[in-house]
């Protein structure tokens, strides 16, 4: 064997055993094992403040017991609901102060509830003010196959008892204040949202999806009342509002990118280096040969 032979292959076997270690590597961090290695959330919690006469709020969410590094949704109005936020199974405390009052003052309201793996949860801010108080709803994800899910949330303390229907479905008849119905499953399609009460009624046009999840909130408005249709999950997957209301802040942790598509990069380029090299030798040496 000769020595350029040699040379060649000791080569070759230095930059397989590269690749090879870039590839596990590539292995070791695609999405699979981040996922392995990575906190498990996979329970969702978004805040609604659903009162009509509270004022604008400061709210607070976080795991039970650990109030240092909260969640934070600032001025947080009537009819406001925020995207849904990611967080782990467990115990959790919701505190609502004014707006712009400090994290350290003591909260207008404070609460605790569980929050179940794979399942949505709505905390909602209901009731007059004074008589504030947090109710937990638990939401749902999966619609029946070809059809749409629908509840009502009745939010109105200008209408104390409101009916609404979606088309030809009744959903809520004679709804309290601080009520909410269970799901229901109506046919999708383009359809109206009807409702009324002793001194108002009206109509909202909403498009239901098949299997879509939604919640339909009604609210007190100028006018008198009004409807807000929300999308709560489609396909089986929690769907955010569009992005919280304006003055919303803080958001659930992101994981990282993959770093896949760079390690792979890496690896080309330690080839073609290792190529270059073995050209660039091989070069010298036909030049060294031809005097």
């Known amino acids: 064997m000769t020595m350029g032979l040699l040379r060649y292959l000791t080569r070759l076997a230095a930059v397989t055993a590269l690749l090879g270690g870039t590839a596990a590597l590539v292995a070791a961090t695609s999405p699979a094992a981040s996922a392995a290695s990575a906190p498990s959330q ?6 609604a403040h659903l009162s009509p006469k509270a004022p604008a709020m400061d ?5 039970f017991g650990e109030p240092g590094q909260p969640i934070v949704l600032r001025d947080v109005s009537y009819g406001d609901v925020s995207a849904y936020m990611a967080v782990s199974p467990g115990q959790y405390s919701v505190a609502m102060r004014g707006f712009g009052a400090s994290p350290s003052s003591p909260p207008v309201l404070v609460t605790s509830f569980m929050v179940s793996a794979r399942t949505p949860y709505t905390v909602a801010a209901l009731g007059p003010d004074p008589g504030l108080r947090v109710e937990v709803l638990k939401d ?16 109105s303390l200008k209408e104390h008892q409101v009916t609404v229907s979606y088309g030809p479905d009744v959903l ?6 601080g009520s909410a119905t269970s799901y229901v499953a109506v046919s999708p399609g383009a359809r109206t949202v009807r409702f009324t009460a002793a001194g108002a009624r009206g109509a909202t046009p909403v498009r239901l999806g098949a299997d879509t999840v939604h919640t339909i909130v009604v609210l007190d408005d100028s006018a008198g009342l009004k409807a807000d249709p929300l999308l709560d999950a489609a396909g089986s997957q929690i769907m955010p509002k569009g992005g919280p209301a304006a003055g919303f802040g803080g958001t659930a942790p992101r994981l990282p990118g993959n770093p896949a598509p760079w390690l792979l990069t890496i690896a080309a380029g330690a080839l073609l280096t290792s190529a270059g090299f073995t050209g660039l030798r091989r070069s010298r040496r036909a030049g060294t040969a031809r005097p």
């Open 59 to 63: 709210i607070y969410l976080y795991p």
């Open 172 to 177: 809520a008849r004679q709804l309290a204040f």
């Open 140 to 155: 749902q994800i999966i619609a029946p196959s070809g059809r749409a899910l629908i509840r009502v949330v009745q939010a």
């Open 42 to 47: 996979d329970a969702w919690v978004r805040i």
